[in-house]
Nanobody, 128 residues
Framework: QVQLVESGGGSVQPGGSLRLSCAAS????????IGWFRQAPGKEREGVSC????????DYADSVKGRFTISRDNAKNTVYLQMNSLKPEDTAVYYC?????????????????????WGQGTQVTVSS
């Protein structure tokens, strides 16, 4: 059965860093794109970054470009999100999700409805 489990969240001061992990099981990572999303209190869930696991192609939301880096380790079935220069507005619950539809070259998208399996989320709080 498909499972995604996030870890690595926590509390940091502005300018700090965190690395989130998304451990996937129940499917072969190579055939899917994986996305990171976040949801702040009172706001809609938004796409942060995504990666095509087969070739490492990535995409980012404008709000995190240059600060966040997504990567994957297919041997470990794990996707990472390195977050640097964190800002208070990055505070949210972060989720990873699997893009629907197996493909060698799945299209990259940050549209939430294009993802079918979701993890339980991990809290990231940026505050002084």
């Amino acid at each position: 059965q498909v499972q995604l489990v996030e870890s690595g969240g926590g509390s940091v001061q502005p300018g700090g860093s965190l690395r989130l992990s998304c451990a996937a099981s129940g499917f072969i990572l190579d055939y899917y794109a994986i996305g990171w999303f976040r949801q702040a209190p009172g706001k809609e869930r938004e796409g942060v970054s995504c990666i095509r696991s087969s070739d490492g192609t990535t995409d980012y939301a404008d709000s995190v470009k240059g600060r966040f880096t997504i990567s994957r380790d297919n041997a470990k079935n794990t996707v990472y999100l390195q977050m640097n220069s964190l800002k208070p507005e990055d505070t949210a619950v972060y989720y990873c999700a699997r893009r629907r539809g197996a493909s060698v070259r799945p299209a990259l998208t940050l549209i939430t409805t294009e993802y079918d399996y979701w993890g339980q989320g991990t809290q990231v709080t940026v505050s002084s």
